[in-house]
């Protein structure tokens, strides 16, 4: 068996981020740290940093006052901001640059009087988070069928923004499917699918070609692992999405000669190296192999934290 590995993988700045500001946070500042919702979606980091003693929390009603809330790499509405604000907690914003660049754009587009089209999975966190920029403006859709289903005319002032962690394809066919039904609706004039999300998609349709089953590394909440699982798939191959090597199974294996693994991008390396390791215990590799298709470089900076 060959095993390809998929290159780019796994941790991407924003998640990188994140994870440095709750590290910092955990040693500059008095503990106990909380932090709203989870940091990333990876149940490995959410366990790693809640024996250290970091408390993950829905909303602010449970956090005592003046104490330490870090706002998820998801971002929150400006709602929970506010009640933040109340309990005079110290905040730390761990959001996405990305994803602040749809909350900005959601501003924008709300100020000038346009009703907003949110292509996104509605109950998703950073959803809801841009919903909250302006509730009495935005509307999600999630495929053309909702599109169809919108109360609008193509004389109506809309425009539409994007949740970050789609697939570029489907995303795609909503966009045309929008643009087909209202020829004048404004639109980002770049992507809002990040970066790291649109290369570990392209670099799993490279592996896909070659590979007769992808594993994608990640867990069952993360949008983007879920979306590679599904882009791999789209390809013609089986995939699987497994949170470790535990649920890896034997079976899935039979008569596979190239197995492609990625993951998503809040799963870290020694995740996936767990995976390999599973594969090279049950299985003779002949070869492994990284297939590159784009090298990231991308970093951003953090807040200043104590």
Known sequence: ???????????????????????????????????NHEIVHNS???????EQGVIFVEGVSTVPEKSTLIFNAHGVSPALVQEAKDKELRVID??????????????RYAKQGFKILLIGHEGHP????????????????ESPEDVAKLPFSADDKLAYITQTTLSVDDCQIVAD???????NIQQPK???ICYATTNRQHAIKSIAKEADISIVVGSQNSSNS??????????????????????????????SEKVGITAGASTPE???????????????????????????????SLPKIG
């Open 44 to 50: 490995h980091v959410i366990k790693n940093f809640e």
């Open 270 to 300: 020694d995740i996936v190296q767990s995976v390999i390791s599973w594969l090279k215990e049950n299985y003779e590799i002949s070869d492994e192999r990284t297939v590159v298709t784009v090298e990231e470089d991308e970093l951003f």
């Open 226 to 255: 879920n979306r590679l699982r599904e882009v791999a798939e789209n390809k013609g191959i089986k995939a699987y999405l497994v949170n470790c090597q535990n649920d890896m199974k034997k079976e899935w294996f039979t008569g």
């Open 94 to 107: 761990a959001t996405c640059p990305l994803v602040s660049k749809v909350h900005f754009e959601a501003i």
């Open 126 to 141: 950073e959803v809801v988070g841009v919903v909250g920029e302006a509730p009495d403006d935005i509307f999600i859709v």
């Open 190 to 192: 770049k992507s809002d």
């Open 1 to 35: 068996m060959e095993i390809l590995l998929s290159s780019p993988r796994g941790f991407c700045a924003g998640v990188e981020r994140a994870i440095k500001i709750v590290d910092q946070a955990l040693e500059l500042l008095p503990h106990p740290i909380y932090v």
């Open 177 to 183: 499917a929008l643009k087909e039904r209202y020829p």
